[in-house]
């Protein structure tokens, strides 16, 4: 099943308060390791919003357009996890950033979130 349902919300709140202290990236995937708990696996997109709503870098697929600032969220803990739509969630962190995740894909997995994959 592809999309995200408001149930899945609670495979996303154990990353509230957790803080990224790494970020793996591969030719298909970015991963974002949580301490103390939680990853978060995209293999689709994923957008770095600003607090203003702009989106200051993107990843998607194998695709590295400009540069990459998605270090910046490194060690801010997230102090909110949200689903803000059917086919994306959101964690919000303590330094104003955003990271958006998207299921942007039909066919195939875009992401997971422990044993949650979409």
């Not at 957008?47 to 270090?71: M, Q």
């Not at 996890?81 to 958006?100: Q, T």
Request: glycine share 6%; aromatic share 8%; proline share 7%.
């Amino acid at each position: 099943m592809y999309g995200l349902k408001p149930t899945d919300i609670d495979a996303l709140k154990p990353l509230l308060g957790a803080e990224i202290t790494q970020i793996c990236v591969g030719p298909a995937d970015i991963q974002f390791n949580f301490h103390p708990r939680g990853n978060v696996s995209v293999q689709g997109r994923c957008e770095l919003i600003e607090r203003s709503g702009e989106v200051i870098d993107v990843w998607e697929e194998s695709s590295r357009p400009g540069l990459f600032r998605f270090p910046e969220l490194l060690m801010s803990p997230v102090s909110e996890v949200r689903i803000d739509s059917p086919k994306s969630f959101v964690l919000s962190f303590e330094n104003s950033l955003a990271l958006r995740v998207i299921d942007n894909s039909e066919q195939y997995e875009s992401f997971s979130v422990g044993d949650l994959c979409v």
